[in-house]
């Protein structure tokens, strides 16, 4: 069974911090990973693609791919009380290619 | 460029009813997926479509079906609606089946 796991939380960090959501998959041989923020009662939005190894940077978003590993992270600089939501993470693996997503990390930003 | 949209957004229906919900993709996707999410769940995958054809299935009673038209849009029916059934169901589209997914803002459905 392919899976993709993420700490629950919360996360809770002050106004102004670092944020590191962290991911770890199954199947080594997945070949693109999603960051997604979800606000309670909205959809989920895409907010960072990487499908490479290293880091991608997107304004204050860095997501990190380590293959070897099979972990990718979320890291959100000078964090905002808006950047407060759930974060999830999916990974496209197998043959079909299939979007296998985590629960989710409760990020909490506190003012 | 408009984003997913569903129709319609809101549903209250009655066990044992059918229901038809409607999505359509973002211009130029072609692969789209449909997921069920209820409080304290995690994205229940439901089907993925890709050229009307379905690529995927999740772990879903038969009730549950789905198509996809030769202009990618989509539609999932949802027969003898059960009290269970109650979820916002979520639509995706993806440009090819390699990208990230865009989301819709859901169809709250209701059984009562």
């Known amino acids: 069974q392919k899976e993709v796991e993420q700490n629950s939380g919360p996360l809770s960090v002050p106004e102004g911090a670092i944020a590191s959501l962290n991911c770890t998959y199954s199947?080594?041989?997945?070949?693109?990973f999603f960051w997604y923020r979800q606000y309670s009662g909205k959809s989920p939005e895409l907010i960072m693609s990487?499908?490479s190894n290293g880091d991608k940077e997107d304004g204050r978003f860095t997501a990190q791919l380590n293959k070897a590993s099979q972990y990718v992270s979320l890291l959100i600089r000078d964090s905002q009380p808006s950047d407060s939501a759930t974060y999830l993470c999916?990974?496209?693996?197998?043959?079909?290619?299939?979007?296998?997503w985590g629960l989710g990390t409760s990020l909490a930003v506190n003012p | 460029k408009a984003g997913v949209t569903q129709t319609p957004r809101y549903l209250i229906k009655t066990r044992g009813q059918q229901v038809t919900l409607s999505c359509s993709p973002i211009?130029?996707?072609?692969?789209v997926s449909w997921y069920q999410q209820t409080p304290g769940q995690g994205l229940q995958f439901l089907f993925e479509?890709?050229?009307?054809?379905?690529?995927n299935k999740g772990n879903f009673p038969g009730r549950f079906s789905g198509r996809q038209f030769s202009n990618s849009r989509s539609e999932m029916n949802v027969s003898t609606l059960e009290l269970g059934d109650s979820a916002l169901y979520l639509c995706?589209?993806?440009?090819?089946?390699?990208?990230?997914?865009?989301f819709g803002p859901g169809t709250r459905l209701t059984v009562t």
């Open positions: 990487i499908y």
């Open positions: 995706a589209s993806s440009l090819d089946r390699d990208g990230g997914q865009y």
């Open positions: 479509y890709f050229s009307e054809t379905q690529r």
């Open positions: 211009s130029g996707h072609r692969s």
């Open positions: 999916a990974v496209r693996a197998g043959n079909n290619r299939k979007l296998i």
């Open positions: 199947d080594r041989g997945s070949q693109s």
